[in-house]
């Protein structure tokens, strides 16, 4: 693991790039939002080069953002990058706040809660009016990346994560359980479910 990490890393400084701190980076995580976005794991790396993020969800969070908006993902980095929060990017895409809330089934408490009440008054026909901080959207999206990649409900991927809430070890959990792949393992074509590839 960290000899293939740091290969990540040693990579990305080749080409150019300023990369995060290399223990930073994950295999698993980068190979879901690979098989998102049906590109390879060079792309999803250089994403995360561009954003400068100490963060990998933030990552996903730019891939979703230019995919639903059908927008160039380097148009949300150079938000992002302008010191934009998430809610202000995606208010400036003109998309709507549905887009990003999760779907669940029942309140699973924060950060999940606020998802719940959205759609509970929403279901009464209720005028909702809601602001999400960068930390809640970005769970948000990760949630509606994994249950799109991962064929299952996006109530069923909160519900995982209640019992597991850090996003990396659930994916690792995933990704490396029996029967699973190896996730994005060195840089190159990665399998799985994707949704197309975003805007560039």
């Not at 990998?56 to 730019?62: L, R, W």
């Not at 279901?123 to 999400?132: A, F, I």
């Not at 990649?149 to 519900?159: F, L, R």
Request: positive net charge; proline residues 6%; aromatic residues 8%.
């Amino acid at each position: 693991m960290r000899n293939r990490r740091l290969w990540i890393g040693i990579g990305l400084v080749l080409a150019g790039l300023v990369p995060k701190p290399i223990q930073a980076l994950d295999e698993a995580v980068i190979g879901l939002y690979a098989r998102f976005v049906d590109r390879d794991a060079h792309f999803v790396l250089s994403i995360g080069a561009q954003l400068g993020t100490t963060r990998d969800e933030e990552i996903g969070c730019a891939l979703y953002l230019a995919h639903v908006s059908r927008r160039p993902v380097e148009e949300i980095i150079a938000m992002r990058r302008r010191g934009m929060a998430w809610f202000d990017i995606l208010v400036a895409l003109r998309l709507p706040v549905d887009v990003v809330v999760v779907v669940v089934d029942r309140d699973y408490g924060p950060p999940y809660g606020k998802a719940w009440g959205y759609w509970a008054q929403r279901k009464k026909g209720q005028r909702v009016v809601l602001r999400l901080t960068d930390d809640e959207l970005i769970r948000f999206v990760n949630v509606k990346i994994a249950a799109q990649v991962y064929g299952v409900p996006e109530s069923t991927v909160v519900a995982e994560l209640a019992r597991t809430p850090d996003f990396t070890v659930w994916v690792r959990a995933k990704e490396h359980g029996p029967g699973k792949g190896k996730g994005a393992g060195p840089p190159g074509k990665a399998k799985g479910k994707g949704r197309g590839k975003p805007h560039e």
